[in-house]
């Protein structure tokens, strides 16, 4: 059973940053494209940064210049940096591999 678990989430204050982890179980994230989807109260579920395993990377165009997805594969570990957060950046944050597995998400609360 492959398990995904954020964390890193918690309340920041508008501008600043935050660091969230996606640690894969079984050796298995090398092998996946990772992703990173948020979802605010009442929104649905929306793309937010992805590494392949390329190491290309693909943003959504409300993150761009902000967030940087990255990915460490010998630490089964994939990272996305937020940096100038603002209060329409606050969501549950979720991490996939490929869309197949997903984590229980991490909530990410920006306000002062």
């Known amino acids: 059973q492959v398990q995904l678990v954020e964390s890193g989430g918690g309340l920041v204050q508008p501008g600043g940053s935050l660091r969230l982890s996606c640690a894969a179980s079984g050796g298995i994230l090398r092998f996946f494209t990772v992703a990173w989807y948020r979802q605010a109260p009442g929104n649905e579920r929306e793309f937010v940064a992805r590494v392949r395993l390329t190491g290309q990377t693909n943003y959504a165009d409300s993150v761009k210049g902000r967030f940087t997805v990255s990915r460490d594969n010998a630490k089964n570990t994939a990272f996305l940096q937020m940096n100038s957060l603002k209060p329409e950046d606050t969501a549950v944050y979720y991490c996939?591999?490929?869309?197949?597995?997903w984590g229980q998400g991490t909530q990410v609360p920006v306000s002062s």
């Open positions: 996939t591999l490929a869309a197949q597995y």
